[in-house]
C-alpha cells in the first residue's frame, strides 16, 4: 500500500426534496453567486424555478450563465470569468451535470489568476487560489460533485484536457435522485459507463497490498451494474437511482484512491475522441476500456482474473487464469452492449482517418515523457493500436 | 434509501513515517497544544521523541497531560479543561488510541462550556463550541480519528456514556501501520472486533434499498476478517496492519452510515460491561455481538443470510434461509474464537449477580423510551434476556 492523503470536506446533502436547501447552503458561504448551468433542460423540469426561488428566499443575488454543454468549451469559461471579475462575485453555484460543474471549477480558478485560465490545463501553470464551487447534480457520471478535477474542451484545436488541484473540490452538493429519473436512456448509460470507467482506472494498478480498496471498489461496481439493470428496466426506481448517483460520488472522490495509482489512459484516450468528435464521454469509454484491457491484460492476469470473478461472479479457471481474464473483459463488453452503449468506433461512426492524429495529440498529454497511463505506460504506436483495435 | 447529510473533513496523513510531519500539521492549526497520552507506552517505542522532536522543529509550544486509559475519565477530562482554560490552550494533540482520542474531544467541548462537561453525555446539553483536535494514531480499533463522536466514563456510579456532534470530527488524524506493529495480539484483536462491531451495527438496519451501502459494509467486513488473520500470523506484516488500520476508520468515519439507521444496541449493552467491569471494548463486543444477534435474527432472517453468504461465504440454504442465517452467526463467533476473543462473559470473569443492573442501567441510556436499539427496540427484559444468554 502507497503512503496517501485524503481530505475531501465536500458536505454532501443527498435524497428526496434537497433541491430546496440550496439557498440556506449558499448562504453559509455568500450572498452573491454566478448561477452557472446548462441548455434549459433544468428550466422545462421545473428545477430552476426551485433554485430562484430557494436563492431569493434566503435573499442571495445571483446573475445567471447559462450554456455549459457537454465536453465543456473555453469559450464560456472566459466568459463566466469575465462575469465574476466585473460583478465581483466570490461563488459559483453550477446546476447540472459533469460539464456545468467542470466549467463551473475552471471559472473559479480564472477569475484568482491573472493570465490565461488554460495554462492550467497546458501544464503552463499550477493554480493557487479558487472561488468556492457549489453544486446541484442532475447527471450521475463525471463525480465532479465531490472531485479535485476538472476536465475542459479548447476549440482552437479541440484540445480536452484535465487539470487536477484540491482547491477546486465543491464546498457543497445537492443531490436528489429524484431529479435524475427524468434522464434518457442513453444518458443514463452513458453516466453508468463513466462511474465503471472511474473505478477501472483505480483498479488497475501496480501497487500491491490493496486488498481493503480492491474490495470496496468491487463493491462499487457491482452496485453500479446491479443498479442499472434495475434502472433500465424502470427509469422511475428512486432507490436504484439513488444508488447509482451516491456511487458516481463515491467512484471519483478519492476514497477509492486510497494507498493505489490509478492509471487513467483509457480517460486520456477517450478525452481525444470526445475532444474531435463530440461523443459523450460515457460512450467514448465503452469503447475504449474494453480494447485497452484487451492490449494490456498480460501485464497482470491475476488482477484482471480476480476483476472477473468478483466483479462479473465468473468461474475462476485455476488451470488458465488467462481464460478467467479474457471472460472478465468480454463480460464487461456484454455488460456495456446489454445497456445500450457502443463498443466500438464505428457504432460512434467514427472511421480510420483520424486515428494517427488522436494518437500523437493524446501523447503529448504528458510532455515530458510522452507516454501515457501508470499500469502499463503507452507510446504514440500503443495508442494508435489500441485505438485501432477498437474499430 | 433514507435522505442524509455527509460531511467528514478530518485530513487523513496515512502511511510510513508520517508522525513526522505533525509540526507541520498542527503549524496549520495553532502554535500551542495540549499534548495529550496514554500510561508511557509511546515514550517506550519512541513515537513520543519523534513527535516532541517534530512540534519543536515546527516552532509549537506544548503542555502535556499524559494518563489517558481505556475507558477514559471524566476526572482526567476535567483536568485537561482546567489546562486549557488556565494556559489559554485552543487545540489538542491527542497521541493514542480511541480513549485519548475521546478523552481529547471531551477536552474540547468542556472547555469551551461554563458548565459541567458531564452534561454532554448526560443529554443535559449540546455541544455548539468545541477547540481543534489533531490525532497521531497508535491502535487501530474506536475509529475516533475521523468520528463525530465520543465515550467517557464517570467513575461517580461507572456510567460509560456517548456523545455524538459534529464539531468533534478531528482536524487531521496521522496513521502509521508502523506503529501497531508493536501491539500485543490481544489489543490487536480487541481492536478487529471494535472494527467490525462498528460495520455491523450499520448493517444490521431496517433501512431498505440499501444495495451500495450493504456491498461497502460488506467489503469491509472482509477485509478486515481476511487481514486479521495475516496479522495474527505475523505481527510485523505492515501491508494487513495497513489495511486493518484504514479499514477502522472506514468503519466508523460516516461512509457507511450513508442512507441507512444503524442499531447500536450491542454498543450500549457493552457499554454497561466496560462501564463496570473494565474489560476491554472490543472483549465486551466479541461477547455481546454473537448473543444480540441470536436474540433478534428472526426479526429480518434475510439480512442475517446476506451477512452470513457475503461476508463470511456461506452456501445460501434456498430451503431454508434461517439456517444460512444461523450458520452466518456461528462463523461469526468461530472467527472471534478463532482469533482469541472472548465469546462469553465467562471468559471474562463475569458472574450473573450483576446482570439486572447493568441492563437497569442500559435501558435508561435513552430516557425518553426506555428502550435501546433501532433494528429492534429492546426493553430492560431483553437486555438481560440477552446478557443472560451471553453468560
Not at 213 to 230: F, G, P, S, Y
Not at 376 to 387: E, R, T
Request: contains cysteine.
Amino acid at each position: 500500500m502507497e503512503n496517501f492523503t485524503f481530505h475531501n470536506p465536500t458536505r454532501i446533502v443527498f435524497g428526496k426534496g434537497t433541491e430546496d436547501k440550496v439557498g440556506t447552503e449558499v448562504k453559509r458561504h455568500t450572498s452573491k453567486v454566478l448561477l452557472h448551468y446548462g441548455t434549459g433542460s433544468i428550466i422545462k423540469s421545473g428545477l430552476y424555478q426551485k433554485v430562484i426561488d430557494s436563492l431569493s428566499k434566503s435573499g442571495i443575488e445571483y446573475i445567471e450563465l447559462p450554456g455549459a454543454m457537454p465536453n465543456p468549451r473555453l469559450s464560456l469559461v472566459q466568459e463566466g470569468i469575465d462575469i465574476c471579475k466585473k460583478e465581483k462575485i466570490g461563488f459559483i453555484l453550477a446546476v447540472g451535470g459533469g460539464s456545468a460543474i467542470d466549467s463551473a471549477k475552471a471559472i473559479a480558478v480564472g477569475t484568482c489568476y491573472e493570465g490565461n485560465v488554460w495554462d492550467f490545463f497546458d501544464q503552463k501553470a499550477q493554480p493557487v487560489e479558487a472561488l468556492g464551487v457549489g453544486v446541484i447534480l442532475t447527471i450521475p457520471a463525471a463525480g465532479s460533485e465531490m472531485s479535485n478535477s476538472m476536465v475542459i474542451t479548447n476549440e482552437d484545436g479541440w484540445f480536452k484536457r484535465g487539470c487536477t488541484t484540491e482547491i477546486v473540490r465543491p464546498k457543497f452538493a445537492i443531490m436528489n435522485p429524484e431529479i435524475t429519473c427524468t434522464l434518457s436512456d442513453y444518458q443514463t448509460v452513458c453516466g453508468i459507463a463513466d462511474i465503471m470507467a472511474h473505478v477501472m482506472e483505480r483498479y488497475f494498478t501496480n501497487s500491491t497490498n490493496v486488498d481493503f480498496t480492491d474490495r470496496l471498489c468491487e463493491a462499487t461496481m457491482r452496485a453500479v451494474i446491479h443498479n442499472a439493470l434495475l434502472v433500465l428496466n424502470n427509469p422511475h426506481d428512486y432507490n436504484a437511482r439513488a444508488e447509482i448517483m451516491w456511487a458516481g460520488t463515491i467512484a471519483h472522490n478519492d476514497l477509492l484512491s486510497c494507498g493505489r495509482i490509478g492509471d487513467w489512459s483509457s480517460h486520456q484516450i477517450e478525452h481525444e475522441l470526445s475532444g474531435i468528435y463530440d461523443v459523450p464521454h460515457g460512450a467514448g469509454l465503452s469503447v475504449v476500456f474494453p480494447a485497452w484491457m484487451k492490449y494490456v491484460y498480460r501485464h497482470d492476469v491475476t488482477r484482471f482474473a480476480q476483476f472477473a470473478v468478483r466483479v462479473f461472479g465468473v468461474d475462476y479457471s485455476f488451470a488458465s487464469p488467462e481464460v478467467t481474464a479474457l471472460e472478465g473483459i468480454g463480460r464487461l463488453k456484454q455488460f456495456f452492449k446489454s445497456i445500450g452503449l457502443p463498443v466500438s468506433l464505428k457504432e460512434l461512426d467514427i472511421q480510420d482517418d483520424r486515428l494517427e492524429e488522436m494518437a500523437q495529440k493524446c501523447k503529448i498529454v504528458n510532455k515530458q515523457e510522452g507516454t501515457i497511463g501508470n499500469f502499463v505506460k503507452l507510446n504514440q504506436q500503443d495508442i494508435l493500436n489500441i485505438l485501432k483495435s477498437a474499430l
